[in-house]
């Protein structure tokens, strides 16, 4: 016994804490990020225990370290998600070939990560050849692909996915934007798959996609949970609608006939999360009958009023997640306050500029907004384009939405006058009510926000980690007073506004914690040095300069548009990029003498 | 800053155009250009005859060495030039009309020279733009303390510079937008 005790005294007085067989117990538990970051940074030991158990690992911005680095580090990683271009690309202001290559990584995960099951790319160029190298490397193994909003590959890539990859539990293709060449690769994972649960390739533009395969996996895959798909006519979906026993979630489909012939439509009987595209007043009552166990609605991409939405929002008590357009209009959101208790998330989408493509009644406006911040008190996340606001209605949020984690508003420019601005002191009730702020948004106008609320914005906003400030602020004073708070700000996007390069740079060596840094339109200087004014080790900076694109508008009508140069600064273990495309400029730090 | 309102209301390009005003319709464009005033300066007036007599033809992009400008001359003889503009620019009013967005001369008249241009007509706008940007500059300057509570010409002057960029729409509503638009076309051919 005492023999016992002096081993045990030993060990504890050699290795004092825990020894490595306990902690290697505990430390799997610990799944947070930031706990895990924390954790590594303890001792040596600690460190190495933490890159041999962490199981998952987001790369924000894909230059910011190597395959090579990931390999060394985290060699038993098993789900890794990649993200490449900046948000700014899901709005078409990022050049398609500014980088974001998987090729590297596919290498490396091919050659080197035996235990990686899932991997998710978002924003990044995939081509074909890269899904071959993982269906032939991982295809044994992988359970779950996600390619999200990626581009570069055509639908002869998924046919290696569909071959291979007869393990895969989610298939994931999201808005990518996939050249299509038939629908072989669905038929292929049709006939090889039979435990995928999650199939997604909704926003996607398929249209060669046969629906006979769609129910073929329904029958096949016993566990078909979530099924998002393109423009698939809905009458052609009854056979799959009634093999997908256990569906939970389906997006998708269009309606091109008679409004009465839908009612031969029978959903399955577990679905609670709904997006049916292309669905007018007339087809709306095909969901009424289980309306009421609906938790999500998208009605992003669907045909109705404002009076539709009030009629089928009144059905749905249990909703937990909106999305829509702002044609819901302030009078649908006095509905969902009303009936929609237990919503968490809404997110309110701009619908069309002309008059006569959307309701008359479609503006959000602060009324909206009070009577919602009111009525649903559970909101966690809130995005909305507002066509009118009020300091009040953000006093209103800050006051009721006390589980806020992320707010983004932004101020249509369609109303010369606004009720109420600047929105200094409402922007600063909310960030001051709105206690567990982690991201925020906002897009205003020239007046919209003052340098004092800019200032506001930066003293009460202790936990955002992301933002997005647009058209705010009246000078580089305004700016610099910002960044003298926001102590956990991480990722700071900014356009539209006035800042010189001077400023900008000067608010970037203030944020303690920031490490990625877009701006589009600002003030250049003569020289276009002032920016190396945030020339630092490790931190690399890059330009797209003012070019030109062609963009399509609502009308369907060609227009050339002049884009204004981008500043995107981001710190880096990689040193700078060497895969650049013509429209993107590196700025040299050393050409210049600058002493780093 | 009013010599480029005058300019505006001058040519009014934009008057078919609802909604905005003429001021922020010009501005619509996103362009910087630098060293426009340099070139101007750089004109060659030996030009001023050949371009008068041929402008209301042109049609050609702009090419700044094509275009000219008069020297300052005394007030006396200002006249001269001046008067011969009036008599010009009904012509060249009509002739830009005819001709649309395409090349229309743009005349600029700066601290006692007068320059006549043969530009097309964004490249126009972002002349008038990076005008007023560089007044604008001036005013910023002397009136800091007044930002909480900008005047409306000050106002005007922030709009300019930050109203450039209009807010970009996401690519996936984009696309159904375009796509709802081609649905109602081919329902209802006759319905517009």
Known sequence: ?596 | MSRATVELDFFGMEKANSGKTQFQKFLDRRRSFRGIQGAISKMNPELIKSVISSGSTNRSPVDWRKSFSVPSSPKEDRSSPVSSLPILNPAFMSSSSEDGPDTAPLTIFYNGTVSVFNVPRDKAESIFKLAVEGSSKNIESTDSSKISNPSSEQQNLLETRNGDLPIARRKSLQRFLEKRKERLTCASPYAW
């Open chain 1, 1 to 596: 016994m005492e023999q016992n005790d002096n081993k045990v005294n030993k060990t504890m007085t050699t290795q004092p804490g825990m020894s490595d067989v306990v902690l290697g117990c505990v430390m799997p538990y610990i799944d947070d990020p930031k706990d895990r970051d924390a954790v590594s940074l303890v001792c040596r030991r600690w460190y190495e225990l933490d890159a041999l158990t962490r199981k998952h690992l987001t790369i924000a911005l894909c230059y910011t370290t190597s395959p090579d680095r990931l390999r060394r580090r985290f060699r038993h990683l098993e789900s890794l998600k990649l993200k490449g271009k900046p948000r700014a690309a899901m709005f078409n202001l990022i050049p398609e070939d500014w980088g974001g290559y998987v090729t590297p990584w596919v290498n490396e995960i091919a050659e080197n990560f035996n235990c990686l099951k899932s991997v998710h790319f978002r924003r990044m160029i995939v081509q074909d050849s890269d899904l071959e190298v993982l269906a032939r490397s991982r295809g044994k193994v992988l359970q779950v692909l996600k390619l999200d909003k990626c581009s570069g590959f055509s639908t002869d890539g998924l046919l290696h996915v569909g071959r291979m990859c007869r393990q895969l539990r989610t298939l994931f293709l999201e808005e990518s934007s996939i050249i299509e060449k038939d629908g072989q690769w669905l038929h292929e994972l049709a006939v090889n798959n039979s435990v995928l649960m999650t199939l997604n390739f909704y926003m996607t533009d398929l249209v060669k996609v046969r629906f006979e395969d769609l129910e073929l996996i329904a029958r096949n895959c016993r566990y078909l949970v979530s099924v998002k798909i393109s423009d698939c006519e809905i009458l052609d979906l009854v056979g799959f609608f009634h093999a997908a026993s256990v569906l939970e979630e389906f997006c998708g489909g269009s309606f091109n006939d008679q409004p009465e012939r839908y009612s031969v439509v029978s959903f399955p009987p577990r679905l609670c999360r709904l997006g049916l595209t292309y669905m007018g007043k007339n087809e709306m009552p095909i969901v009424f009958p289980f309306a009421s166990l609906l938790k999500k609605l998208d009605l992003l991409y669907a045909l109705l009023d404002t009076e539709d939405h009030c009629l089928l929002i009144q059905r749905c008590p249990n909703l937990e997640v909106l999305e829509t357009r702002n044609v819901i209009g302030d009078r649908g959101l006095e509905v969902l306050a009303r009936s929609c208790k237990r919503l968490k998330r809404l997110r309110i989408e701009r619908g069309a500029d002309e008059q006569e493509m959307e309701d008359e009644e479609g503006v959000v406006s602060q009324r909206g907004l009070m009577a919602l911040s009111q009525g649903c008190l559970e909101l966690e996340y809130l995005a909305v384009y507002v066509s009118d606001i009020t300091n009040a209605s953000l006093q209103y949020i800050g006051t009721y939405s006390k589980n806020l984690c992320d707010f983004r508003l932004v101020l249509l420019d369609k109303e010369e006058r606004i009720t109420d601005l600047p929105l200094d002191n409402g922007v600063r009730d909310l960030l001051r009510g709105c206690e567990k702020l982690r991201r925020f948004a906002l897009y205003l106008r020239p007046g919209g926000l003052t340098d004092v609320g800019l200032g506001y914005i930066g003293q009460y906003s202790p936990k955002v980690r992301w933002m997005l400030l647009g058209s705010v602020g009246g000078s580089d004073a305004g700016l610099l007073e910002f960044s003298r708070g926001c102590p956990s700000l991480q990722k700071l996007e900014v356009r539209g506004c006035c800042f010189s390069e001077r400023a900008l740079a000067a608010s970037v060596m203030q944020l303690t914690s920031l490490r990625y840094l877009w701006v589009q339109g600002y003030r250049a200087s003569d020289s276009g040095c002032d920016l190396l004014a945030m020339a630092r080790p490790f931190w690399n900076i890059e330009l797209i300069p003012a070019r030109r694109i062609v963009m399509t508008d609502q009308v369907g009508e060609a227009d050339v548009v002049e884009d204004p140069a981008h500043i995107l600064a981001y710190y880096s273990l990689a040193g700078p990029r060497t895969d650049f495309p013509e429209t993107v400029i590196r700025l040299d730090t050393s050409a210049t003498g600058v002493e780093l």
